[in-house]
């Protein structure tokens, strides 16, 4: 139970009690007392109609049974002056009256407890007062409002002692880890390096897409050294109010301090360290107040402290020139999409403590996730795993993984969506055009899938295999085949229907942007020449690109759109032609795809070579 449940409960109990005196308080007052006076009561006793007086302990109420054994409660005005016989004698009743009238005088004894709820009525309202006061400034300090500690940082700290991540946990990054392997020695032996005058570096910056992994290998960096981490992200330093961020950071250097050798991880660091001088504000603007003080903090006065800050982005191009220089980030370690074989050891990785069946091969999964990140393919496991219970499986099959792989690349399937006969025509042939071409051409890409069942937003997908290569080592051919391939959906129609819809629409975008890059930022036009037209400008307060500065004159745009059109107006006679040729193959597959919505690589394959699926044969045969 945490602090805050404890004072919760705490202050419950408080007003309980305080409830519970006030109402004992009340209702031992007992009811409203008969006003007999004291005259009338005296006339009582003498008349020998009274049997019996009980004098309370405080001496202030009388309750008086008469012989008939009724009962009468009396309030006495002389009360804690003396007792009830010097009172009664007054007005003269002795004690020989007593005895003659057979009157039996009996005194409460004070109860033990009197004092204590005495006690207790008085200190309960300053306890409940202080109990609200102390439960008000904790509920101020919590996570979500900062009003009495603006100064104090957020920062997580993972101490060693507690389970944490080693290099095993982290998979396909061995040149990382291979970099970061002499900052776990510095931790583990600094005298070690110091006896050499070496110098550690201070900071290192993690780069790589989102889902690579650099949170995970920051904490594998603390956890194979055995020393504390603090981990913050970059926004949690800035707040509305001046000053805030820099408190924050001296807050969070003096805390590493007190626990050196340690582990200072900024989470999206671009979130304060964007270059200064592009915020609204000018040289005023808090989150250069908050940067500048991490450049004070990383490179001051103080350079015997063993500390080690890595922080981790995916937009290292917007950082401030001065974060990056020696002393400072001095290092950087990319984190980049891992390729099959490091996909395979993430698979293994994730796959630990699953019930995993022996049919499935992850060398062929690892082959099926071309572009994945570590995320991806842990999502992928998690979606599977989803899938096999759902199922009520005793394990995980190459089936889910393989459904697992399509819902996250392709998103979930939408069979629920109505569609007419005449738009899955339409689908159909769309598709087969789009496989067919990418099928036919010597360059394109390889088919996986192609199916009618609507995914995510598209009626149909045709779903290539992805080229490991990166963009450096995609030729002028290959552009001209994905061109080509994009295309084919939409001149299918034409050739079918003599007619066209607007499902082509993602794909004139993506080739008219292809086309573009061609001729403008990759030398790939011979009347164009090999230059760069055209200067992309990018806001680096706001850390995303917004236009493109024209270097070039109109005459030269004018010849850009021309090219940009002839590029995609070839590839559109190119696939009209090829679709025309091999019209009886568009109907097939079409066909084929309206009676079993989806076809998987290989079965397309056989279509195109043999006009019919083995499978499908076999099981018609039987």
């Not at 919590?142 to 095993?168: E, I, W």
């Not at 920051?218 to 992200?233: H, Q, Y």
């Not at 950071?249 to 590493?256: H, N, P």
């Not at 079965?603 to 076999?618: C, P």
Request: with cysteine.
């Amino acid at each position: 139970m945490n602090s805050s449940n404890v004072t919760r409960i705490l202050i419950y109990g408080l007003i309980g009690v305080a409830a519970a005196a006030i109402l004992w308080s009340v209702l031992s007052g007992g009811g409203a007392s008969t006003s007999l006076p004291i005259s009338a009561l005296a006339e009582q006793v003498k008349s020998g109609v009274v049997s019996e007086l009980e004098v309370s302990s405080d001496g202030r109420e009388v309750i008086v049974t008469y012989k008939d054994n009724s009962r009468q409660q009396a309030r006495s005005q002389l009360s804690g002056v003396s007792s009830l016989e010097e009172v009664l004698g007054v007005y003269g009743v002795s004690g020989e009256t007593y005895v003659n009238t057979g009157v039996d005088v009996i005194y409460d004894q004070p109860s033990p407890w009197t004092g204590i709820i005495g006690i207790l009525s008085f200190l309960l309202p300053i306890l409940l007062i202080v109990g609200l006061f102390y439960f008000f400034m904790r509920q101020t300090q919590g996570a979500n409002n900062q009003a009495m500690a603006f100064g104090k940082s957020r920062a997580r700290m993972l101490t060693s002692d507690k389970p944490t991540v080693t290099f095993d946990d982290v998979a396909g990054a061995t040149e990382a880890k291979e970099d970061l392997e002499e900052v776990v020695s510095f931790l583990r032996e600094p005298e070690k390096f110091v006896n050499f005058g070496a110098r550690i570096p201070k900071g290192v910056l993690m780069v790589g897409p989102p889902g690579t992994g650099k949170t995970l290998m920051a904490k594998a960096v603390a956890g194979e050294a055995g020393v504390p981490f603090f981990s913050i992200a970059g926004s949690e330093f800035v707040e509305m109010f001046v000053g805030v961020g820099a408190s924050r950071v001296r807050d969070l250097f003096e805390q590493a301090k007190r626990h050196s050798p340690c582990i200072i991880f900024i989470d999206e660091i671009d979130a304060v360290g964007r270059q200064r001088g592009a915020g609204l504000g000018g040289s005023h603007d808090e989150r250069e107040q908050t940067l500048n003080q991490i450049l004070v903090e990383m490179d001051g006065f103080d350079t015997d402290t063993h500390i080690i800050m890595m922080a981790a982005t995916n937009r290292p191009d917007i950082l401030d020139p001065a974060l990056l220089r020696p002393g400072r980030f001095d290092r950087r370690v990319i984190m980049d999409r891992p390729d099959v074989r490091g996909r395979e050891e993430i698979f293994r990785v994730h796959m630990r403590g699953k019930p995993i069946a022996r049919d499935v091969n992850i060398t062929i999964l690892a082959k099926a996730t071309p572009g994945f990140t570590g995320a991806d393919i842990e999502n992928t496991v998690n979606e599977a795993a989803l899938f096999a219970a759902r199922r009520d499986r005793r394990n995980i099959s190459m089936d889910e993984l393989q459904e697992a792989i399509e819902r996250v690349q392709l998103g979930p399937e939408r069979r629920s969506r109505v569609m007419t006969p005449d738009e899955k025509e339409i689908v159909a042939y769309h598709e087969a055009g789009h496989a067919i071409v990418a099928y036919l051409l010597p360059n394109g890409p390889e088919v996986r899938k192609v199916t009618v069942i609507p995914r995510g937003m598209a009626g149909g997908v045709t779903w290539y295999l992805e080229d490991e290569g990166t963009l450096g080592a995609t030729t002028i051919s290959k552009f001209k085949a994905k061109i080509a391939a994009a295309l084919g959906g939409r001149v299918a129609e034409e050739i079918v229907f003599n007619d066209v819809t607007a499902g082509a629409s993602s794909d004139l975008q993506y080739i008219t942007r292809l086309a573009r890059n061609m001729v403008t930022q990759l030398g790939m036009s011979e009347n164009m020449g090999l230059r760069v037209y055209g200067e992309r400008q990018e806001m680096v307060f706001l850390g995303r690109e917004i236009s493109e500065q024209r270097d070039y004159s109109d005459a030269i745009a004018q010849k850009i759109d021309e090219e940009v059109s002839k590029i995609i107006n070839s590839q559109h006679d190119r696939v009209h032609k090829l679709l025309t040729k091999h019209r009886d193959k568009l109907d097939l597959i079409a066909q084929t795809l309206l009676e079993v919505e989806s076809l998987e690589g290989k079965a397309f394959q056989e279509l195109m070579e043999k006009g019919v699926v083995e499978e499908i044969a076999k099981a018609e045969n039987e």
